[in-house]
């Protein structure tokens, strides 16, 4: 990779142990992924929950905080995805002591380089949402496909490692979504039947992203009805990319880049193309149907936005849930909820709200031996995606559906 | 590199056992292959505390991958292998190589964090290329990175 002046001073310690250790990552990176030079960046947002860290994780941290001050404070604002859990609710969950103070350790290092501990995957709309063609390095991959399609900006999936680097050095290897190049289309998804509720836009994105098949892939839609909102477009991005590992989609007409679908396609470009219609996703959601008792219902995967919040707690006004019901969102968000009686309505429903934690980043094997949990209702695709490999059975259902499974009492008359 | 270089067959197999990647990391290693057409994402597909592969969808669910060389086709999933597979290998129960068709850059930054040896990018599908359970070595120290058939 071509270096700058600075870049090299990096590399030859001159800042430092620990910006010497993150330029030197980002090159080997970089070198793999044919990188040519850096990109400044503006943000960092890092993954980075004990589950993932382990105890070497961890201890790999506390080393480099230790350096002095000077040497180990992040250049860029940088901020956080969840942690593994919610500590006012750990005992619920029944979190172990040994999970806590892991998880203590590492917000400790976090806070020691100067990162802002924000334990958000919905940043974009909470925090700082990028602008259109700015280049940030973000870490959750709802985070980086939300950011890159919907907001314009560029980053590729940075894993907590390559993040804090980007914190540490300002700037990340220029490949992938940072490069025009790679930004156009690369298949055509024709969609039938326009989605209505959040679990049906992740089914969506399941199917695109099954369809994709890489993190290479760029699929651009046409046929959406209507704008999406923020949240349908969160549960269509999370999904896309948990699926796909996709981390950028156009929807023609709608997203800033393609205001038109040749705005995408390269010129004279043939490219794949797919139908998606109304049976697609219903057949998508019926093969994560089962028969039997729920054990759980998690709303979840992303974090809900107050919206969200306010959808929750209308659905069990009046209701009483008879197993456990988990309600996760954002230490941003949690205030707004508690000052507006949306926590008290939850929670007087039987519902437990939990803040700055994600529920498959929460040591969700642990908790399922725990609590005996292992049929898990949850109108999240991205969710349902992964909770299978920590041995769950999960359910994908409507947000109403999932109240419906949560509750023994009958649905109130309107 | 991230995409497939285009690359006249004959330059990327020199013979039936030896198969050209376009970029790779990490030591040399030995191992026996663990091979499915599916993907690879350390948070979605095991369970790193029994060193198998636990998400029942998955092609390997059931099989130990620990000390394998897993070719598996591409990467998939969130950014938590930039973490998981320095994790597995602290504690030693992690495969002996990776060998992807495809990979993103979370493989790329874990492999880099935890020094793990990783191959990508051939001129034809690797997982049909190598059959399960033969002994391969992975070398992406020389000029040319490659896999090869060693029994």
Not at chain 1, 110 to 127: D, H, K, W
Not at chain 1, 217 to 246: C, N, W
Request: hydrophobic letters at 45%.
């Amino acid at each position: 990779m071509k270096l700058t002046d600075e870049e090299r001073a990096l590399r030859n310690g001159e800042f430092g142990p620990a910006a010497q250790w993150a330029i030197e990552h980002q090159i080997k990176v970089g070198d793999y992924l044919g990188a040519g030079d850096f990109v400044p960046v503006t943000q960092a947002h890092i993954m980075a929950d004990t589950e993932s860290l382990g105890v070497a994780g961890v201890e790999w941290l506390e080393r480099m905080a230790s350096l002095p001050a000077a040497e180990r404070r992040v250049r860029i604002p940088t901020i956080t995805d969840p942690r593994g859990t919610d500590f006012a609710a750990a005992d619920r969950l029944k979190h172990q002591p040994w999970m806590l103070d892991l998880e203590r350790r590492a917000i400790a290092a976090f806070e020691a380089f100067g990162v802002l501990m924000t334990n958000t995957c919905i940043n974009y709309q909470t925090i700082m949402p990028p602008v259109r063609g700015e280049h940030v390095a973000y870490g959750d991959t709802g985070v980086v496909i939300y950011s890159n399609s919907v907001c314009g900006a560029r980053s590729n999936f940075e894993g907590g490692p390559s993040a804090l680097s980007a914190g540490l050095t300002g700037r990340t290897p220029r490949y992938g979504y940072h490069l025009d190049a790679r930004r156009t289309a690369t298949l055509v998804v024709n969609v039938g039947w326009t989605p209505r509720e959040l679990n049906d836009w992740g089914a969506l994105g399941g199917i695109v992203g099954r369809l994709a098949g890489d993190y290479w892939q760029v699929p651009v839609l046409t046929g959406i009805e209507r704008v999406p909102g923020s949240d349908e477009m969160k549960h269509f991005g999370a999904a896309l990319a948990s699926y796909g590992s996709v981390a950028l989609f156009h929807i023609a007409g709608v997203t800033p880049e393609a205001q038109r679908l040749d705005d995408v396609i390269a010129p004279g470009r043939s490219l794949p193309t797919h139908d998606v219609g109304e049976a697609d996703i219903r057949a998508f959601a019926r093969s994560y149907a089962q028969a039997g008792k729920i054990d759980l219902v998690v709303f979840s995967a992303p974090q809900l936005s107050l919206v969200e919040m306010a959808q929750v707690a209308g659905l069990l006004d009046g209701r009483r849930a008879a197993i456990p019901l988990l309600v996760i969102t954002s230490p941003q968000v949690k205030p707004d909820a508690d000052r507006m009686g949306l926590t008290a309505r939850i929670e007087a429903a039987g519902g437990i709200v939990l803040s700055g934690m994600c529920f498959y980043q929460s040591y969700a094997r642990e908790m399922a031996e725990a609590n005996g949990w292992k049929r898990l209702a949850t109108n999240s695709a991205k969710l349902v995606n992964i909770i299978g490999g920590y041995g769950y059975q999960p359910a994908l259902m409507s947000m109403e559906a999932c109240i419906d499974a949560a509750c023994s009492d009958r649905r109130k008359a309107s | 590199m991230h995409r497939r270089r285009v690359q006249r067959p004959q330059e990327g197999i020199v013979s039936s056992k030896t198969f050209f990647a376009t970029a790779g990391m990490g030591r040399k290693v030995q191992g026996h292959a663990l091979v499915a057409k599916d993907g690879f994402s350390a948070r979605y597909d095991l369970d790193r505390a029994r060193g198998v592969f636990a998400r029942p969808e998955h092609k390997l669910a059931g099989e130990s991958y620990v000390g394998r060389v897993l070719v598996l086709d591409a990467a998939k999933g969130g950014v938590a292998t930039a973490w998981m597979l320095h994790e597995m290998t602290a504690r030693g129960i992690v495969p002996a190589a990776l060998v992807l068709n495809a990979v993103n850059p979370t493989m790329v930054q874990g492999a880099a964090l935890a020094d793990f040896t990783m191959i990508s990018g051939f001129d034809l599908d690797i997982t049909q290329a190598i059959p399960n359970g033969v002994m391969v070595e992975v070398d992406p120290t020389g000029a040319r990175v490659l896999i090869r058939i060693v029994d």
